[in-house]
Protein backbone atom coordinates (compact mmCIF):
# COMPACT_ATOMS: atom_id res chain seq x y z
CA UNK A 1 0.00 0.00 0.00
CA UNK A 2 1.67 3.48 -0.73
CA UNK A 3 -0.90 4.77 2.05
CA UNK A 4 -3.84 4.33 4.11
CA UNK A 5 -7.03 6.30 5.16
CA UNK A 6 -8.20 5.22 8.93
CA UNK A 7 -11.84 6.09 9.32
CA UNK A 8 -12.75 5.80 13.24
CA UNK A 9 -10.19 3.24 14.26
CA UNK A 10 -10.11 1.13 17.03
CA UNK A 11 -6.40 2.95 17.24
CA UNK A 12 -5.11 1.42 21.12
CA UNK A 13 -5.52 -2.03 19.75
CA UNK A 14 -7.42 -5.10 20.26
CA UNK A 15 -6.09 -6.10 23.59
CA UNK A 16 -6.54 -2.74 25.11
CA UNK A 17 -10.00 -2.17 23.63
CA UNK A 18 -11.28 -5.70 24.93
CA UNK A 19 -10.17 -4.55 28.54
CA UNK A 20 -12.10 -1.72 28.00
CA UNK A 21 -15.30 -3.76 27.56
CA UNK A 22 -14.17 -5.06 30.26
CA UNK A 23 -14.14 -2.05 32.31
CA UNK A 24 -17.84 -1.62 31.25
CA UNK A 25 -18.91 -5.29 32.56
CA UNK A 26 -17.28 -4.71 35.74
CA UNK A 27 -19.03 -1.07 36.23
CA UNK A 28 -22.46 -2.86 35.38
CA UNK A 29 -21.93 -5.60 37.86
CA UNK A 30 -20.93 -2.84 40.88
CA UNK A 31 -23.77 -0.80 40.31
CA UNK A 32 -26.55 -3.22 38.68
CA UNK A 33 -25.36 -6.67 39.05
CA UNK A 34 -24.82 -9.15 36.53
CA UNK A 35 -27.33 -11.93 36.13
CA UNK A 36 -25.60 -14.88 36.49
CA UNK A 37 -26.22 -16.51 33.39
CA UNK A 38 -24.51 -13.87 31.51
CA UNK A 39 -21.58 -15.26 33.28
CA UNK A 40 -19.23 -13.39 35.35
CA UNK A 41 -17.25 -9.85 34.49
CA UNK A 42 -14.04 -11.58 33.25
CA UNK A 43 -15.39 -14.94 31.88
CA UNK A 44 -19.01 -14.02 30.07
CA UNK A 45 -20.99 -17.40 29.10
CA UNK A 46 -19.63 -18.75 25.62
CA UNK A 47 -23.15 -18.61 23.92
CA UNK A 48 -24.58 -15.49 25.83
CA UNK A 49 -27.20 -14.06 22.94
CA UNK A 50 -27.59 -10.25 23.28
CA UNK A 51 -30.84 -9.86 21.71
CA UNK A 52 -32.70 -12.52 23.88
CA UNK A 53 -30.86 -12.36 27.39
CA UNK A 54 -29.44 -8.79 27.80
CA UNK A 55 -31.05 -6.70 26.25
CA UNK A 56 -34.25 -7.18 27.77
CA UNK A 57 -32.69 -6.34 30.88
CA UNK A 58 -30.94 -3.39 29.67
CA UNK A 59 -34.49 -1.87 28.10
CA UNK A 60 -36.08 -2.94 31.70
CA UNK A 61 -33.47 -0.70 33.61
CA UNK A 62 -33.57 2.20 31.29
CA UNK A 63 -37.27 2.56 31.26
CA UNK A 64 -36.67 3.69 34.52
CA UNK A 65 -35.57 7.22 34.98
CA UNK A 66 -33.96 7.09 38.25
CA UNK A 67 -31.27 4.76 37.00
CA UNK A 68 -29.69 7.59 34.83
CA UNK A 69 -27.17 8.20 37.00
CA UNK A 70 -26.08 5.10 37.49
CA UNK A 71 -25.34 4.73 33.77
CA UNK A 72 -23.61 8.01 33.70
CA UNK A 73 -21.81 6.74 35.91
CA UNK A 74 -20.55 3.57 33.67
CA UNK A 75 -20.71 6.13 30.89
CA UNK A 76 -17.56 8.19 33.04
CA UNK A 77 -15.84 5.44 34.41
CA UNK A 78 -15.53 4.09 31.28
CA UNK A 79 -14.03 6.70 29.07
CA UNK A 80 -17.10 7.39 26.98
CA UNK A 81 -17.25 9.29 24.50
CA UNK A 82 -14.27 10.75 26.05
CA UNK A 83 -13.01 13.00 29.53
CA UNK A 84 -13.82 16.42 28.97
CA UNK A 85 -16.17 15.68 25.69
CA UNK A 86 -19.91 16.17 26.78
CA UNK A 87 -22.43 14.26 24.80
CA UNK A 88 -25.68 15.69 23.44
CA UNK A 89 -28.79 15.22 25.41
CA UNK A 90 -30.60 12.16 25.70
CA UNK A 91 -32.23 10.65 23.25
CA UNK A 92 -29.13 11.68 21.08
CA UNK A 93 -26.38 9.36 22.57
CA UNK A 94 -27.92 7.67 25.51
CA UNK A 95 -28.97 5.38 25.67
CA UNK A 96 -28.02 4.30 22.55
CA UNK A 97 -24.24 4.11 23.30
CA UNK A 98 -25.48 1.99 26.33
CA UNK A 99 -26.62 -1.03 23.96
CA UNK A 100 -24.05 -0.49 21.64
CA UNK A 101 -21.12 -0.94 24.02
CA UNK A 102 -23.22 -3.75 26.00
CA UNK A 103 -23.10 -5.57 22.92
CA UNK A 104 -19.78 -5.67 22.68
CA UNK A 105 -19.02 -6.22 26.33
CA UNK A 106 -21.33 -9.42 26.45
CA UNK A 107 -22.39 -11.44 23.25
CA UNK A 108 -19.60 -9.85 20.65
CA UNK A 109 -16.83 -10.88 23.36
CA UNK A 110 -18.11 -14.19 24.29
CA UNK A 111 -17.83 -14.83 20.31
CA UNK A 112 -14.24 -13.69 20.61
CA UNK A 113 -13.71 -15.87 23.56
CA UNK A 114 -14.89 -18.82 21.34
CA UNK A 115 -12.13 -17.83 19.18
CA UNK A 116 -9.29 -17.15 21.52
CA UNK A 117 -10.01 -20.63 23.47
CA UNK A 118 -10.67 -18.78 26.89
CA UNK A 119 -11.03 -15.40 28.62
CA UNK A 120 -9.54 -12.39 26.83
CA UNK A 121 -10.10 -9.51 29.17
CA UNK A 122 -8.07 -8.17 32.50
CA UNK A 123 -7.34 -5.21 34.91
CA UNK A 124 -4.74 -5.73 36.92
CA UNK A 125 -2.95 -2.32 35.74
CA UNK A 126 -6.05 -0.48 36.10
CA UNK A 127 -6.54 2.95 38.34
CA UNK A 128 -10.61 3.56 38.27
CA UNK A 129 -10.99 7.51 38.82
CA UNK A 130 -13.16 10.52 37.90
CA UNK A 131 -12.11 14.14 38.26
CA UNK A 132 -13.94 16.40 40.46
CA UNK A 133 -16.22 17.61 38.01
CA UNK A 134 -17.23 14.00 37.16
CA UNK A 135 -18.31 13.27 40.85
CA UNK A 136 -19.97 16.79 41.42
CA UNK A 137 -22.59 15.95 38.30
CA UNK A 138 -22.74 13.09 39.46
CA UNK A 139 -24.00 13.77 42.92
CA UNK A 140 -26.28 16.08 41.25
CA UNK A 141 -28.04 12.99 39.64
CA UNK A 142 -28.03 11.20 43.47
CA UNK A 143 -25.19 9.37 42.98
CA UNK A 144 -22.03 8.90 45.09
CA UNK A 145 -19.57 7.90 43.34
CA UNK A 146 -17.17 7.11 46.12
CA UNK A 147 -17.93 3.61 46.65
CA UNK A 148 -18.64 2.57 43.61
CA UNK A 149 -14.96 3.42 42.43
CA UNK A 150 -13.74 1.77 45.65
CA UNK A 151 -15.66 -1.48 45.15
CA UNK A 152 -14.57 -1.39 41.16
CA UNK A 153 -10.81 -0.77 42.10
CA UNK A 154 -11.04 -3.72 44.86
CA UNK A 155 -11.83 -6.08 41.67
CA UNK A 156 -8.55 -5.65 40.06
CA UNK A 157 -7.84 -8.98 40.14
CA UNK A 158 -9.32 -10.10 36.76
CA UNK A 159 -7.02 -12.02 34.71
CA UNK A 160 -6.93 -13.87 31.25
CA UNK A 161 -4.82 -16.93 30.28
CA UNK A 162 -1.89 -16.01 28.30
CA UNK A 163 -2.44 -18.08 25.12
CA UNK A 164 -5.75 -15.87 24.91
CA UNK A 165 -4.27 -12.91 25.42
CA UNK A 166 -1.34 -13.41 22.57
CA UNK A 167 -4.14 -14.10 20.15
CA UNK A 168 -5.38 -10.52 20.67
CA UNK A 169 -2.60 -9.25 20.59
CA UNK A 170 -2.13 -10.68 16.95
CA UNK A 171 -4.99 -9.67 15.68
CA UNK A 172 -4.00 -6.90 16.39
CA UNK A 173 -2.36 -5.04 18.89
CA UNK A 174 -0.02 -2.39 16.69
CA UNK A 175 3.45 -1.35 16.30
CA UNK A 176 3.57 2.23 14.93
CA UNK A 177 6.40 0.91 12.67
CA UNK A 178 4.63 2.57 9.87
CA UNK A 179 6.17 4.01 6.67
CA UNK A 180 3.67 4.82 4.40
CA UNK A 181 1.43 7.78 4.94
CA UNK A 182 -1.41 7.23 7.14
CA UNK A 183 -4.47 9.74 7.41
CA UNK A 184 -6.72 9.04 10.26
CA UNK A 185 -10.47 10.10 10.54
CA UNK A 186 -12.60 10.14 13.80
CA UNK A 187 -15.78 11.75 14.98
CA UNK A 188 -15.06 13.85 18.23
CA UNK A 189 -18.46 12.03 19.48
CA UNK A 190 -17.99 8.07 18.98
CA UNK A 191 -20.12 6.17 21.41
CA UNK A 192 -18.68 2.76 19.93
CA UNK A 193 -14.66 3.54 19.43
CA UNK A 194 -13.89 6.67 21.85
CA UNK A 195 -11.77 9.32 20.12
CA UNK A 196 -9.35 8.52 22.64
CA UNK A 197 -8.19 5.82 20.61
CA UNK A 198 -7.09 8.35 18.65
CA UNK A 199 -4.26 10.00 21.20
CA UNK A 200 -3.60 5.85 21.99
CA UNK A 201 -2.31 5.29 18.21
CA UNK A 202 -0.49 8.70 17.74
CA UNK A 203 1.97 7.74 20.99
CA UNK A 204 2.11 4.10 19.68
CA UNK A 205 3.56 5.77 16.25
CA UNK A 206 5.91 8.05 18.17
CA UNK A 207 6.73 5.73 20.39
CA UNK A 208 8.17 4.20 17.35
CA UNK A 209 9.39 7.10 15.51
CA UNK A 210 7.18 7.37 12.64
CA UNK A 211 5.29 10.12 13.58
CA UNK A 212 6.00 11.81 9.99
CA UNK A 213 3.39 9.35 8.46
CA UNK A 214 0.65 9.96 10.44
CA UNK A 215 -1.70 13.00 10.49
CA UNK A 216 -5.01 12.64 12.15
CA UNK A 217 -8.59 14.83 11.88
CA UNK A 218 -11.40 14.77 13.46
CA UNK A 219 -15.15 16.01 12.57
CA UNK A 220 -17.86 17.90 14.91
CA UNK A 221 -20.06 14.89 14.34
CA UNK A 222 -22.19 12.73 16.86
CA UNK A 223 -22.10 8.81 16.17
CA UNK A 224 -19.55 6.30 15.10
CA UNK A 225 -18.19 6.29 11.52
CA UNK A 226 -21.18 9.43 10.85
CA UNK A 227 -19.26 11.38 8.19
CA UNK A 228 -20.66 13.24 5.26
CA UNK A 229 -20.14 12.43 1.67
CA UNK A 230 -17.95 15.66 1.28
CA UNK A 231 -15.69 14.73 4.30
CA UNK A 232 -15.28 11.56 2.82
CA UNK A 233 -14.55 13.12 -0.34
CA UNK A 234 -11.97 15.65 1.30
CA UNK A 235 -10.40 12.80 3.34
CA UNK A 236 -9.70 10.68 0.71
CA UNK A 237 -8.25 13.75 -1.77
CA UNK A 238 -6.31 14.61 1.21
CA UNK A 239 -4.41 10.94 1.58
CA UNK A 240 -4.33 10.80 -2.16
CA UNK A 241 -1.93 14.02 -2.40
CA UNK A 242 -0.08 13.48 0.24
CA UNK A 243 0.90 9.92 -1.45
CA UNK A 244 1.29 11.31 -4.95
CA UNK A 245 3.00 14.49 -3.49
CA UNK A 246 4.91 13.13 -0.12
CA UNK A 247 3.78 16.50 1.32
CA UNK A 248 1.68 16.06 4.09
CA UNK A 249 -1.55 17.42 4.98
CA UNK A 250 -2.45 20.32 7.31
CA UNK A 251 -4.91 22.26 9.29
CA UNK A 252 -6.07 23.61 6.75
CA UNK A 253 -6.46 21.00 4.44
CA UNK A 254 -9.78 20.39 6.48
CA UNK A 255 -12.24 23.20 6.23
CA UNK A 256 -14.37 24.19 9.36
CA UNK A 257 -17.24 24.45 6.42
CA UNK A 258 -17.64 20.58 6.04
CA UNK A 259 -17.43 20.10 9.91
CA UNK A 260 -13.91 19.03 10.55
CA UNK A 261 -12.90 20.34 13.82
CA UNK A 262 -8.62 21.07 12.48
CA UNK A 263 -7.07 21.58 15.87
CA UNK A 264 -9.21 19.10 18.30
CA UNK A 265 -6.84 17.37 20.52
CA UNK A 266 -8.37 14.07 21.41
CA UNK A 267 -8.24 13.06 25.28
CA UNK A 268 -6.02 10.33 26.62
CA UNK A 269 -6.64 6.75 26.61
CA UNK A 270 -8.77 5.79 29.70
CA UNK A 271 -6.44 3.23 31.03
CA UNK A 272 -3.09 1.62 30.25
Same mark, same amino acid.
Given at each position: ?41 ? #? ?56 ? #? ?24 RTYSLTPDERAYLALLGINADPLLAAMNARRNISAPPSARDYLARNADYTGNINQPVLTLHT ?85
Amino acid at each position: FDGAMAACAVGAGTSRSWDMAGDLALGYDVVFGMPPSWGTVG #DVRDDLDFDTEVAPVLFAQVNNPLNFGRFEFLRLVGGTPGRGITPPPPPMFFPNWLFT #DMFFATEARAELERRAGGPIVQNLNRTYSLTPDERAYLALLGINADPLLAAMNARRNISAPPSARDYLARNADYTGNINQPVLTLHTIIDELVPVSHESAYRETVTAAGRQNFLFQTYTNANGHCNFTGPQLLTAVAVIDNWVRTGTPPTPDSFPTSQGFVPNFVPPPFPQP
